[in-house]
């Protein structure tokens, strides 16, 4: 319940998990991982939003923008339903998308495309974000592959020719118009990795210690249900050896006693040692009651 208070209107939209407390660390690793690609998802939806107001006439960018919100859309239903990795796979896959198409559709690569190149290391961060950190090399590789294909196999404009002429050789041009974006990628892939590291580690410790604080809570608990079982079948025990020791006398007639019973169910509930004394007691005060009586 407490966990149900904490969560926002957001959470309880489209997160997994936020109506039950998670009793293993694997749910508990699915909530979280959960909960980030909800903000994720949040966070791309107000970019596109800052997008819209700047497609203006351009077809790609339109299409691109399209796109990519159906894609969040699916997304949104599968961290509801609790699938975080498809989740995760389908939010890098959409934004490289959404970029590429936005490069191509206009069916020339120019200057101003270039710059797009760098957006790419946006879904290098969801990579790491919402998969495991291995993904992030992966995400990396295929980013670069991507870029290099589109600046190789796209037509060139005018404005690019121009650039690529401004410079010493063909070769620096590439090195200058592909290194800087695929060093940045590297350099982000690895600071993410280990990163990335260094909190599932420390998140790791803290699952771990919960759990074992929730075990030995249970494991008090049962102690204690054991030790209140114990003590009541101490008691019913005791109750039943008193029972066993309550003893009913009819005295004969050839004692000249008149046929009465004495029955010592009346007696306090005592301690087992105790009764046996108590009972002897009552039956000698009662036999010495009924001789006095006899002799008059």
Known sequence: MLAMQQTNWWERLATYGWNFVPQTIEQRERVRRSRVNAWIILGLMVLVVILAGMIGVDIGTLVAIVSFVCSLAIAFFLNRAGLVYWTGAILVISFTVAVVLGIILPGALATDDLPAFDLLVIPLIIAGTALPRAFSFLVMAMNSGIIILLYFLLPHTSDLMVDVTSYPSLTVAII????????????VAFVEFLWVGS???????????EALAELERRYADQINRNAMRNNRLLTLTRERRLSSNLVCVSPSASMGMSPMSYCLRDIPILPTRYAS???????????????SVRNR
């Open 176 to 187: 200058t118009f592909l290194g800087r974006p695929i060093a940045l990628y590297v350099v």
């Open 199 to 209: 909190t599932d580690r420390a998140i790791r410790r803290a699952d771990q210690a």
């Open 277 to 291: 004394i108590v009972c002897c007691a009552q039956l000698r005060a009662k036999r010495r009651t009924h001789r």
